[in-house]
């Protein structure tokens, strides 16, 4: 097992996949991480619909633009795709009121249980990618997303094809602020 250091630093957004089935034993791994990310008052807002049926993927696809997304091909290539939903008024919520100045908080919640699933992925092997750019509405019908839950994202993963260097990063100096902004 990697550092989680190393783990962050060399975690790429991958679109390229060998094609190679993703164990069941991995996918449970990845999916046992989601399950301890953490959440507003441990609400556990996510629902994830775990796709590998091709005709699912490539209905999904229809949902992507037809350019401009690097990511659309990525979905019909990966042997599987996660989406992840959230419960609707729940993350954030006191006594059905919201509490914050953001509303849901469900789009945070959502932010953890994705980055962990990367990590998570990463760790084991795995590339993945998140994506955001498709029509989330279509893409809810194809995956049947009940009343009171949202689609926030699709997440290709399988065995990276290719190892990507990393982009050039910030120095901390650029973002980090003391005591003030």
Known sequence: MQDLFEIIRERRSVRKYEEKDIPEDILNQVLEAVRWAPSWA???????VVIKDMSVKEKLKESFPPKGNPATKAVVAAPVVLALCAKLKSSGYYKDLVTTKFGDWFMFDLGIAAQTICLAA???GLGTVITGLFDHNKAGEVLKVPEGYELVSIIPMGYPAKKSSAPKRKEIGEFTHYDGF
């Open 122 to 124: 990463h760790n084991l």
């Open 42 to 48: 441990n609400t556990q807002c996510w629902e994830i």
